[in-house]
Structures are given as C-alpha cells and as structure tokens.
C-alpha cells in the first residue's frame, strides 16, 4: 500500500475532530444534506474522498477498507489530529471500524450509519449478482437504492442518487470495493474494543437493519448503542438529515463527560 493524502474538505473550527467517511454509492457530496446544519463550533469535520471516488477518482490503490483505515490515519497526522472521532456511511462505517483495529488509541468514538459489521456482509448468490452487476449497470444502482429504501422514495430522487454515484466513482475500484467491505471479515481485531460506538439504522433498511446490528455491532462492543430512526431508510444524511445530526451529536458531545468521569 502506498502513502496517499485522501482529498478532503474542512468544517467547523472545534476542538472535537471527526472524520466523516462516505458509502459505496457516493463520495464527500453523500454529506451535502446536513452540512448546513452541523454544529461547526463544538466540532470539526473532515469529508474525505475514498480511493476511487470525487477528487481520488483517478486515485490507484488496493480499493479496501484496511488500505482506507491506514489513508485516515496518514491524513488525521497531516491535519495534527492527535485524537477523533469517526462517522461512517454503510461502506464507510467498515472503513471506521477498521481504523479502530488500527489506531484504537486515537478513537475517541465510533458511529456507523447503516454500517456495514466487521465480519462483512454475506449475500445469496443472486443479490452478489445485483450488486456485482451495479459497477456497471446504472439499473442495478437504483434497484440497491430502491430496495434499501423500502420502494417510498419519489423517482426523482433515485435517478438522482444514480446519476451522482455514476459521476463519482470509478466503476473498476466501485467493484473493487465490494470485495472488501462484503467479503471480508475482522472483526475478531475489534470484538471487545472499549471505545464508545454508536449504530445508527433506519427502519425501512432491510438489509442494513437494527436486527443485523443487535447480533454484530451490539455483541462486540461493550460500550454499544443503537438507535433506529422510524422513517429512514438507507441514506440518512438525505432521507432524515436533522434526526440524524441530533442522535450523532448528541453522543459525540458526550465524550466530555466521559472525560469527566476519568479525569
């Protein structure tokens, strides 16, 4: 693996630093729907781009969530991030588990949104095809969304999502990807970790859901928390933008107490 600084983009002027890390549809833009109203005086955000998404669009790289993990830590050095927490989207929240296996003593709390459990995501052979297929087949890309949405969300907004995941990712390193966060599984590296995670699912995700986390996410980390957002499906950050800033916020805030109990 080669030594890359992630394109990124910074927001806020907080003392809590907190990488956000997007999912297998999207790039950084996957945050557009709650920058506007994230708390930019408590925290600092860092949106970064993947290998083989946005600005690291042409980026070469093995395209896996431990090479991403070890992107995360080269960038949070470059930024003189001692110490951070991090948000991940579905893909994402693998990638953020994997910077716990590799830096646990810089994580100060971890959040996956529908993310994707440490021992990867096992799926029958005709969903392999599906999302196999979906480098390069735009009607596979909506169907994910679609399905993983509950079938509520207008046409619109699905084309859009596809149009966006088609013009951000590299279709070579978006099948790459799926090898990585489907099929590969440590979670033996961070079963026990004490680091404060929190799981964030939506009721109308059915493949990502609040049951998945309950049998994964729950029983590996001591300091785990759920919450199921009623009218959410996949893609929070635009199906519910304001809840899910209120429930993230609100337990990376509660670091300082931690904080204040051991000091």
């Not at 080669?2 to 956000?20: I, M, Q, R, W, Y």
């Not at 699905?158 to 966006?164: C, F, I, K, P």
Request: aromatic share 8%; hydrophobic share 40%; no cysteine.
């Amino acid at each position: 693996m080669t030594s890359f600084t992630l394109p990124h983009e910074l927001h806020g002027d907080g003392a809590h630093k907190v990488f956000a890390v997007h999912g297998w549809f999207a790039d950084r833009s996957a945050y557009a729907g709650v920058l506007p109203d994230l708390d930019r005086t408590e925290f600092t955000y860092a949106l970064v781009d993947l290998r083989g998404y946005g600005g690291a669009k042409q980026a070469v790289g093995a395209y896996t969530t431990a090479e991403a993990a070890l992107d995360l830590v080269e960038l949070a050095d470059r930024l003189g991030w001692e110490r951070f927490s991090v948000v991940g989207h579905s893909m994402g929240g693998a990638v953020g588990q994997r910077l716990l296996a590799a830096a646990p003593h810089r994580l100060r709390r971890l959040v996956g949104v529908s993310p994707v459990p440490a021992s990867g995501l096992a799926l029958p052979p005709e969903q392999w095809e599906l999302f196999a297929d979906a480098a390069h087949k735009p009607e596979n890309r909506r169907t994910i969304i679609d399905l993983t949405t509950g079938g509520r969300r207008p046409d619109a907004w699905l084309d859009r999502m596809v149009t966006r995941s088609l013009a951000v990712s590299d279709q070579k390193a978006f099948r790459a990807w799926l090898d990585s966060w489907a099929g590969e599984d440590f979670h033996t590296r961070v079963e026990g970790s004490p680091v404060p995670a929190l799981a964030v699912t939506g009721a109308l995700d059915p493949a990502l859901s609040a049951d998945l986390v309950h049998r994964t996410w729950m029983t590996w980390y001591p300091r785990a928390e759920l919450r199921e957002l009623p009218s959410t499906g996949h893609y929070a950050m635009d199906e519910t933008p304001l809840e899910l800033i209120r429930v993230i916020e609100d337990f990376l805030r509660a670091d300082h107490s931690d904080e204040g109990e051991q000091a």
